[in-house]
């Protein structure tokens, strides 16, 4: 078990540009979880998937923001022409089928706008 | 109506005592889960404790426990003899059904600073 990790740790990018974030959940976990987290503030929900289907997207999810998971392994989320208010921790998530188990978090990916 | 309510947005404890931070859900499903995660400063969310809408006991891991009141949709955590490194933010989740659920509901945590 290696645990769920993203990359990068850090985006810094202008206005206006285009990024993508990656995420490699566990390999055991057909769930997939992606959130935004701003400071002192609970983590959002964005997006989720089961397998490679994209099962639920939030209605804060604008049309900027696009996620995918081609083979029901490792996320891509891509941001377009952001805005300041993109400016958040990213945090991808995973976990197994059942009730009782937890989502296991990577350790974010911080995404600054000047 | 929000799914997760913590309503201590900072708490403060002295080291070596006991402190318990508020967690309510709201659900209709009967079957369930709540979660407890420890978010450092360092910023990665740590899981911390699991509850099952059916467990008769409350869950207990070391120094955490889940004090448990369905009745009162309650999931309060108990973190007995505080260290130092307690000191974070932490967050009450929820996870509705028992196969085709569909995301985690997280709550706006509680800041616990633990004093020396």
């Known amino acids: 078990d290696t645990g769920v990790s993203q990359d990068p740790r850090h985006k810094i990018t202008k206005r206006g540009q285009n990024v993508t974030f990656r995420c490699d959940p566990i390999?055991?976990?057909?769930?997939l979880y992606w959130y935004r987290q701003t400071l002192g503030q609970g983590p959002e929900f964005l997006t989720y998937f089961q397998n490679e289907a994209q099962l639920e997207k939030s209605r804060l999810l604008s049309d900027r923001f696009s996620a995918e998971r081609p083979k029901g392994s490792f996320s891509t989320l891509e941001i377009q022409r952001t805005e300041q208010g993109d400016s958040a921790m990213y945090l991808c998530?995973?976990?197994?089928?059942?009730?009782?188990?937890?989502?296991?978090f990577g350790d974010g990916t911080r995404l600054s706008i000047l | 109506a929000q799914k997760i309510t913590q309503t201590q947005p900072g708490m403060f404890v002295q080291e070596k005592e006991a402190v318990t931070l508020d967690c309510t859900y709201d659900t209709s499903d009967q079957s369930y889960g709540l979660f407890w995660y420890k978010q450092p400063s360092s910023g990665e969310m740590i899981f911390l404790i699991y509850q099952g809408s059916y467990d008769e006991q409350n869950a207990t891991e070391g120094r955490y426990s889940l004090n448990f009141q369905k009745a009162r949709k309650s999931a309060n955590l108990v973190i007995s003899a505080s260290q130092l490194g307690d000191s974070a933010m932490y967050f009450c989740a929820m996870r509705e059904g028992e196969y085709n659920f569909n995301k985690f509901y997280f709550g706006s945590g509680t800041k616990l600073n633990v004093k020396p």
């Open positions: 390999s055991e976990h057909n769930r």
């Open positions: 998530a995973s976990s197994g089928g059942f009730s009782n188990q937890p989502q296991h």
